[in-house]
């Protein structure tokens, strides 16, 4: 192996049995005490990647695409039906909470365990120990038995043995969701430490704005493959894409099941969804609405600084005067992060053919990370609705800068 590269991946696939039902029922556990039918369960096929020395990297996809089972090949934890994992230099695992603890022995006794199993001596523990249990905060529990620890106590000791056993590789399994935000941030800085020294990072993690800030790189896993392999900013707008429709798609499946309703049933619920979410005289009514792109393509996730236009189709039912459109945008916590429409702009006698669209566009989309929801409405020019449209639509913003707040505001630093 290259003396460059710290893991290596080659043709790896790993298949799981999956045992079928033996059934519940005493009777059916008896008839079928010898069933040993099971499944056949491929859940990677043949991956390959190749991790440079001192590149931290995250591993993304949906619930059971296999990101796991990744990390324990490459810690050794499990090993692959076909390929090789080579791995270069010492490797340190957060990838099952408490996974190595002994319940009955305290937390002192466990780091020894612990990181005896990461391949220190105990003069190397010794000389580290002090170091560990002040990270960990957890000086006034250290002689009490783990069981007694919570989750997130459990969680403080394993991440502050894990970073302290001077690993060259460090893979860590969704670990930082545990415990509370300002020990999280400790962590973080932590890794970022460890990562400016030169040690090789692998993050699993759903939260790919904890990738964006950490990783130079992010490999999205899909159905046994490797998807994409790049940089997060380029990787992460074509899986959010693909889970957005993903979960579209489930949202119509799941409607197409629920039994038909009669006519009043149905008469009833949109009139209720129309009074919570929309109102108006509907003299004219928006019909469609899309969030596209720079080269006209439909999309649910935006760059910050990226291109975004707004389509909106209208029909005129009754000829109106004067008609106005606007938009209101809205973090997912009720913020009211914009709101404009084309009376403000000065846009003024606007005229509505029967039916047609109108287009927001904005240039450059400065809001920052998070989930969003756009109100639309076409109303007169005194803001009377002819169709106001409450959470027509959702969004998201990722970045990979880390500013605070809603929005990036242009700006420049000057020292003197
Ligand atoms: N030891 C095992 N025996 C049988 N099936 C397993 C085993 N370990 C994992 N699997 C299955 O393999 C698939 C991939 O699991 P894995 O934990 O790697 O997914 P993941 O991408 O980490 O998912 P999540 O995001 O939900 O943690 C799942 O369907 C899981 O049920």
Same mark, same amino acid.
């Given at each position: 192996m290259n003396k460059d590269i710290a893991i290596q991946v080659n043709k790896v696939s790993k298949t799981f049995k999956v045992y079928l039902d033996k059934g519940t029922s005493l009777k059916e556990k008896l008839l079928f005490k010898h069933r040993r039918s099971y499944e056949e369960r491929s859940v990677l096929n043949e991956i390959s990647f190749s991790v440079r020395k001192g590149e931290a990297i995250g591993l993304i996809g949906q619930n059971g695409c296999g990101k796991s089972t990744t990390l324990k090949m490459l810690s050794k934890i499990m090993y692959p039906d076909k390929g090789t994992v080579e791995t270069q230099g010492r490797i340190s695992a957060l990838i @099952? !909470?408490? +996974?190595?603890?002994? *319940? #009955?022995?305290?937390g002192r006794e466990n780091i020894y365990i612990n990181a005896a199993i990461f391949g220190l001596n105990k003069q190397e523990i010794d000389a580290r120990l002090d170091r560990i249990i002040e990270f960990s905060e957890l000086e006034e529990y /250290? #002689?009490? *038995?783990?069981?007694?620890?919570s989750s997130g106590m459990y969680m403080r000791l394993a991440f502050a043995v894990a970073i302290n056993v001077d690993a060259d590789i460090l893979l860590i399994d @969704? /670990? !930082? +969701?545990?415990?509370d935000a300002s020990f999280q941030a400790k962590c973080f800085n932590k890794l970022r430490e460890i990562k400016a020294k030169g040690t090789t990072i692998v993050i699993v993690s759903h939260s790919l704005s904890q990738i964006e800030q950490f990783c130079n790189r992010s490999i999205w896993i899909l159905n046994g493959k490797i998807k994409q392999d790049g940089k997060p900013r380029d990787v992460h707008p074509q899986y959010l894409d693909y889970m957005g429709k993903q979960t579209a798609d489930e949202e119509r499946k799941e409607e197409s099941l629920v039994p038909a309703a009669s006519t009043d049933e149905l008469m009833d619920t949109e009139k209720s969804a129309k009074d919570e979410n929309r109102w108006g005289n509907q003299e004219a009514q928006i019909t469609g609405i899309r969030l596209l792109d720079t080269n006209g393509e439909e999309k649910t996730s935006f760059r910050t600084g990226e291109f975004m236009e707004i389509e909106v189709a209208y029909r005129v039912n009754k000829p109106v005067k004067n008609p106005a459109c606007g938009i209101g945008i809205f973090r997912n #916590?009720? !913020?009211?992060c914009y709101g404009t429409n084309t009376g403000i702009d000065h846009l003024n006698n606007i005229s509505l053919s029967e039916t047609g669209y109108i287009y927001c566009k904005i240039e450059n989309n400065q809001l920052l990370p998070g989930e969003y929801t756009l109100d639309l409405a076409l109303h007169t020019e005194d803001g009377f609705a002819y169709d106001y449209w409450r959470f027509a639509t959702k969004f998201r913003m990722y970045s990979d800068t880390q500013d605070i707040g809603t929005t990036r505001l242009s700006h420049v630093w000057e020292i003197q």
């Open positions: @099952e !909470l408490g +996974a190595g603890f002994h *319940p #009955d022995m305290s /250290i #002689d009490n *038995p783990v069981r007694t620890y @969704e /670990i !930082l +969701a545990v415990g #916590d009720g !913020l009211q």
